[in-house]
């Protein structure tokens, strides 16, 4: 009986420290993954991008989404009607 609350005890330190660590390494993977971008970059090459989203991205960044088009529509007509 001893042994089984100081496993569960120890469990228990482990899920603690985890859950206080977990944001800082997902953290420090962030930046990892920017500096890897920022030397790329820096050689003029393109960074390895290893999401879906680069493989969706539209190649013509300077024409807004329809969505944007929409939204930037309804905040122009709530200032005038304001």
């Avoid at 609350?5 to 420090?28: D, E, I, K, Q, Y």
């Avoid at 050689?43 to 290893?50: K, V």
Wanted: proline share 4%; no cysteine; hydrophobic share 35%.
């Amino acid at each position: 009986m001893e042994n089984t609350h100081t496993f569960l005890n120890t469990l228990g330190v482990l899920a603690v420290f985890a859950l206080l660590a977990l944001p800082s390494l997902v953290g420090h993977l962030h930046d990892r993954r920017v500096d890897r971008q920022l030397r790329a970059a820096e050689r003029g090459g393109r960074p390895q991008l290893r999401t879906a989203q680069a493989q969706n991205s539209s190649s013509n960044d300077t024409e807004p989404s329809t969505a944007t088009w929409y939204a930037d529509g309804l905040r122009s007509k709530k200032l005038v009607s304001s």
